[in-house]
């Protein structure tokens, strides 16, 4: 059984409620969307097939508990559930990042599934499966990427919509695009709505800059 993978890689987790902690990265190759402010655009075809045993060896080799299957879309390739399900079997906390567009049931829900709901500047917001607000459970989490008003209005629509004791302290991330909505303007309105969200910044571009790859 094999994946076709663009990267794999050790760093900083830059996102999600796990960021800070040290954590390998598995982007696997292709996307069925084409979001405005993609920021991994080489991962739409670069890739190469690995066997889903030879990546767990790579993975050995980091000597890390904390893995995050990214993409792309991982859920496109059919085996990416059979790879959550291994690393599971062997004791890792995985995280499973996902365009919102397919359905997370088919994932252990012993994972982190992160759901990035597409809001309306990002050109995809039709392809949302809304159906996966009502199969978030108390682990997940869900992200809204914004460009704008619109899309935050838009975001605080979605957010009546879920249960949010069914998701933990935390869970729900609103993420500025960067040059389009400065951090503190996104902060300034949350606060003013007292809204349960937590600010999300792109920690790991803070540290190494926002061009390179594989950190």
């Known amino acids: 059984m094999s994946l076709i993978v663009n990267e794999i890689?050790?760093?900083?987790?830059g996102?999600?409620?796990?960021?800070?902690?040290?954590?390998?990265?598995?982007r696997l190759t292709g996307c069925n969307l084409r979001c405005s402010y993609c920021d991994t655009q080489y991962a739409y075809e670069e890739g190469n097939e690995i066997d889903v045993l030879e990546m767990i060896k790579r993975?050995?080799?980091?000597?890390?508990?904390?893995?995050?299957i990214t993409g792309g879309e991982p859920l496109i390739q059919e085996e990416t559930p059979h790879l959550v399900q291994l690393l599971l079997d062997k004791g890792y906390t995985v995280?499973?990042?996902?365009?919102?567009s397919q359905d997370i049931s088919r994932i252990d829900d012993r994972s982190v599934r992160i759901?990035?709901?597409?809001?309306?500047?990002?050109?995809?917001?039709?392809r949302n499966d809304l159906g996966n607000l009502k199969r978030l459970t108390i682990r997940d989490e869900i992200k809204f990427v914004l460009s704008g008003r619109e899309d935050y209005e838009y975001a605080k629509q979605i957010l009546d919509q879920i249960d949010l004791p069914g998701l933990r302290?935390?869970?729900v991330h609103f993420s500025p695009v960067p040059?389009?909505?400065?951090?503190?303007v996104l902060a300034t309105w949350i606060l003013q709505d007292h809204l349960n969200v937590r600010l999300h910044l792109q920690i790991h571009k803070i540290i190494w800059g926002g061009d390179l790859r594989g950190v």
């Open 9 to 13: 890689f050790y760093s900083i987790q």
């Open 15 to 26: 996102e999600s409620s796990f960021a800070g902690l040290p954590c390998v990265f598995i």
């Open 59 to 68: 993975i050995q080799n980091y000597r890390c508990p904390l893995i995050e």
């Open 95 to 100: 995280l499973i990042e996902t365009n919102g």
């Open 115 to 126: 759901i990035d709901i597409k809001c309306p500047l990002s050109g995809e917001m039709e």
């Open 169 to 171: 302290m935390g869970g």
């Open 179 to 184: 040059k389009k909505i400065p951090p503190r």
